[in-house]
């Protein structure tokens, strides 16, 4: 039988994620596989978990990654928060807010939401005047809509939140790695995120935080948490302390990946891969509107990361795709919900975002829409 992988081209990820991987960490998935209990591999666990801390700001002591992607991480702090009948607000303007609440429903919340019409961002004031009239157990939003391009003003709806008992959850698949977050000094509670964005690891883990405040609702939890997989009381008796307990069989390898994406993050330095992320959205931005192309997104609610642009009138949109991918093999990916047909949405995330690629890019789509 032949072997279907000999075929795999390199294909350049300018979609929503994944984005393209680093030869590093492609090596590092190929390192030996160590045992889960293996002293070698706690050490691994251990950088893993400081890192992910500084990435975040945070002092949090939960701080681990979740065997699963990114949904994996919504998923569970949701499921670890939310007991049947709490009272959850969520900001939605886009899919991923839009999950949030298909998640909190199927665990019995009774959801709220504040809505903004997807390509906006979600109005501050809005959630003042909900905060004034309803006690909440959660404030749920995303921070990279990554389904519009839109960045949610997080820290500040983060100050509104601080004045209530509501516990503060973010989305931060899309923006970590790519954008500054900032859990304590924002006072978020509960965050995941994915490593498949802009940390360019393959999909299949879900960094995630709890602040003491998140951790304190867990542990005061009139019923079990329903779901044993996901169940942060019982993975942190893994994750922490000096005698670790099995729980389920870590995905070693996936870890050293992360691993090695993290360790790279930390000798470019943060701040460089974040200006490296500006940079080529802004020549991105610069080379697309040189091609009469407009953004769906205002200039200032724009992310680096994720540029949702507009199909233009007369352009088949899934033609131009299926050309870059076959021709130039250059992945982008397409408008969701009341967006499709009519965006591209094209990543520039981790590994994908040099100057070269979108370069290549750009020329690669000019003979496409020519
Ligand atoms: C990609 C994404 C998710 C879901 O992650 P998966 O890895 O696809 O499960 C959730 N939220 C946001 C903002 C995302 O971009």
Same mark, same amino acid.
């Given at each position: 039988m032949k072997n279907l992988l000999k075929e795999i081209p390199e294909v350049l990820l300018m979609g929503p994620g994944p984005s393209s991987v680093h030869p590093d960490t492609y090596q590092a998935l190929a390192s030996s596989t160590l045992g889960h209990m293996d002293g070698d591999f706690i050490r691994i666990m251990d950088a893993i978990k400081e890192m992910l801390q500084r990435l975040m700001n945070t002092g949090n002591k939960l701080t681990l990654p979740i065997s699963g992607t990114g949904s994996a991480g919504m998923e569970t702090s949701f499921v670890n928060l939310v007991e049947r009948g709490d009272r959850v607000l969520i900001l939605v303007n886009g899919v991923f807010g839009t999950r949030m609440t298909d998640v909190a429903s199927r665990l019995g919340a009774d959801v709220d939401t504040v809505e903004a019409e997807w390509g906006t961002p979600i109005d501050p004031e809005k959630v003042a005047q909900k905060l004034k009239s309803g006690n909440y157990k959660i404030v749920a939003v995303v921070h990279a809509e990554t389904s519009t391009g839109v960045r949610n003003p997080v820290a500040e709806i983060g100050k509104l939140v601080q004045n209530t008992p509501s516990l503060y959850l973010v989305d931060g698949v899309t923006s970590l790695g790519g954008i500054p977050v900032k859990l304590d000094e924002w006072g978020v509670d509960a965050f995941y995120s994915g490593t498949q964005k802009c940390l360019s690891v393959p999909p299949g883990l879900a960094p995630v935080s709890f602040s003491d405040s998140a951790l304190d609702a867990l542990q005061s939890? #009139?019923? #079990?948490?329903?779901?044993w997989y996901l169940d942060l009381s019982m993975l942190t008796q893994y994750w922490e302390g000096k005698k670790r307990v099995y729980h389920h069989t870590a995905p070693i390898n996936m870890l050293y990946a992360l691993y090695q994406s993290l360790l790279l993050l930390e000798e470019e330095g943060t701040e460089a891969a974040f200006a490296r992320h500006a940079h080529c959205h802004t020549r991105l931005a610069e080379g697309l509107s040189k091609l009469g192309l407009q953004m769906l997104v205002e200039e200032k609610y724009r992310l680096p990361m994720l540029n949702a642009v507009v199909v233009p009138e007369g352009v088949d949109e899934a033609g131009v795709r299926n050309r870059l991918r076959s021709e130039f093999k250059i992945e982008i990916g397409a408008g969701l919900g009341p967006l499709a047909g009519k965006v591209w949405r094209i990543g520039v995330m981790g590994h994908t975002a040099h100057e070269e690629n979108i370069d290549y890019f750009l020329d690669s789509l000019k003979k496409c829409i020519a």
């Open positions: 939890r #009139k019923s #079990k948490v329903p779901n």
